[in-house]
């Protein structure tokens, strides 16, 4: 398990409890979709690196990112990666696209993410607990118990 895998299942639970609460409409669409920006060199990623790390991935990786993702998807630069982030909020084509996952190496077109992404008893399973690690009341949030 990792953070992308525990985003992917936040946001396909946040999807379903939006429907199970009815909250989103036809007037009123609501969605949530999951975004990958790819790896990004040049990005404050490497912040916690040590010093010769940092040069590498702040001042040469970012010039390499630019020749290669012409070749690897996966590789972006944050330019071309806000810009995909700003067209999927932003696309009315995509106003009522909700639950789905727009990574890099699609080039941020929709596409499927990990089988172990789709484990609904374990996007459930980390909603639960982060409620309890937050301590939410049920009075705080439309989407407990849900």
């Not at 992917?8 to 007037?27: H, K, P, Q, T």
């Not at 001042?59 to 012409?70: F, K, M, Q």
């Not at 789709?118 to 690690?133: N, P």
Request: proline content about 8%; hydrophobic content about 45%.
């Amino acid at each position: 398990m990792n953070s992308k895998l525990c985003n992917l299942w936040f946001a396909y639970e946040l999807v379903r409890r939006i429907e199970a609460a009815g909250l989103s409409n036809d007037e009123h669409p609501l969605s949530v979709n999951a975004f990958d920006p790819g790896l990004v060199p040049g990005s404050g990623l490497a912040r916690e690196y040590p010093p010769a790390l940092r040069f590498v991935w702040d001042w040469i990786l970012p010039g390499v990112a630019r020749l290669l993702t012409p070749l690897v998807p996966a590789i972006s630069t944050a330019q071309k990666s806000g810009r995909a982030l700003a067209r999927l909020v932003t696309d009315p084509a995509l106003t009522r696209v909700s639950g789905k996952y727009f990574p890099s190496h699609s080039r941020w077109r929709e596409a499927a993410s990990s089988a172990a992404s789709y484990d609904m008893e374990r996007a459930r399973a980390l909603w639960e607990e982060s409620v309890r690690m937050t301590r939410l009341m049920p009075e705080e949030s439309v989407f407990l118990g849900t």
